[in-house]
């Protein structure tokens, strides 16, 4: 494997820092990672090291931040993707994510769907991570374990429970394991990136095969429709418990300026994080409806949403910028809705996913 960024500076080019937004939930679990980790590690605190730090950090009152580390592609990011993450931050109380470089996905995994910006941009949008690495390899070397250690001062690298073995057959995390610094979360079941792609491509087939039924203007088999429409369908069953694990669990404050963004936020992207992020920066709060998936059926076509509405609806959940989301909103903004949820400004982007008029005049352009 080529070892690039050793000669790319690129820690310091790759690494975007950001400000620690949701710390302080996950107490228990921050106490007994410090535990751990001052007597678990091997071969990166020395033990006088270990004890003078304890004695001094003792001292100070203040105990030691423990920093997790996760890596992963996280190409064509969902829901599943954000869960890990979430997990991840669980362990420890500042997550690193290292995002895969392309060259590296391509020699274990195949080419990505997304680049290496855009998969940036969407794991530096979630409410779970601190820090990003541009460019992390994609098997946990000898030589980038030391640096997570010693230049990052990552206390453990995290994977999911499935195996992430290289193309020879060994273990990308074996390293880590010996030296007892690995932890491990739930792999999300119902989704996968290359789930999403036999979606995609399933979509654009029956979206054909319609066409030609309408041009040919033969009869279409409607069980035939029904059951190709099922194929492509999300197994993911979503439970009030997630939901919560995702949800800031807070409302805005009395004098809040509630924004309100609506849309179907279908395969969440890097332009959706970019649009959430200017409409948080109007107000106080960022309130986003989610169309149901009838509606995005209806003006995208019947094989739409890619993503079903609680998927979508995690998706824009786990985003930083959001603070809470209507789960299936209504195409049209109502005098209800505002008066219910306090909305000051509804705001909407200027590309147009249809030509259809928006019905609030209040809405404002981003
Ligand atoms: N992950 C998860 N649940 C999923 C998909 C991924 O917990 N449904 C975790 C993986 O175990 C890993 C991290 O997310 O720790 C990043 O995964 P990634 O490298 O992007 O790829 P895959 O594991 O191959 O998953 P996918 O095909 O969905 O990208």
Request: hydrophobic residues 40%.
């Amino acid at each position: 494997m080529t070892m690039e960024y050793e000669s790319n500076s690129w820690i310091w080019d790759g690494l975007y820092y950001y400000p620690h937004f949701f710390g302080g939930l996950m107490l228990t679990a921050a106490l007994l990672g410090v535990s751990t980790s001052y007597f678990g590690g091997i071969g990166v605190f020395s033990l006088p090291h270990l004890w003078s730090d304890c004695f001094h950090k003792k001292k100070c009152g203040k105990k030691k931040r423990v920093r997790v580390y996760m890596d992963g592609c996280f190409d064509l990011m969902h829901y599943g993707h954000a869960n890990a993450l979430r997990q991840a931050k669980a362990l420890g109380d500042e997550l690193v994510v290292g995002v895969v470089s392309d060259e590296e996905i391509i020699a274990n995994k195949g080419p990505p769907v997304l680049s290496m910006e855009e998969r940036l941009a969407l794991v530096s949008g979630l409410k779970w991570v601190d820090e990003v690495i541009a460019n992390a390899p994609y098997a946990i070397t000898e030589q980038f374990m030391n640096r997570l250690f010693n230049e990052h001062k990552i206390d453990y690298i995290i994977h999911g429970d499935d195996p992430c073995l290289l193309p020879d057959g060994t273990d990308a995390y074996a390293l880590a394991k010996k030296v007892g610094r690995y932890k491990q979360i739930k792999r999300t079941e119902g989704v996968s990136s290359t789930d999403i792609v036999g979606r995609i491509l399933s979509s654009m087939e029956d979206t054909k095969a319609c066409e030609d039924h309408n041009n040919a203007s033969l009869p279409r088999d409607p069980l035939r429709a029904i059951q190709s429409k099922d194929a492509h369908l999300s197994q993911f069953l979503p439970t009030s418990r997630r939901i919560v694990q995702f949800s800031n669990c807070k409302g805005p404050g009395p004098n809040a300026r509630v924004v309100y963004i609506d849309g179907a936020f279908d395969l969440f992207h890097a332009g959706h994080v970019e649009i959430l992020k200017k409409a948080r920066q109007l107000g106080d709060f960022l309130l986003v409806g989610i169309y149901t998936d009838q509606i995005v059926s209806e003006h995208r076509g019947s094989y739409h949403p890619i993503m079903h509405l609680h998927e979508r609806s995690l998706s824009v959940l786990a985003c930083r910028y959001v603070d809470e989301v209507i789960i299936g909103a209504p195409w049209e903004v109502t005098k209800d809705m505002i008066t219910t949820f306090n909305i000051c400004l509804v705001v909407h982007g200027t590309v147009s996913e249809t030509n259809t008029p928006l019905t609030v005049r209040s809405k404002r352009s981003l």
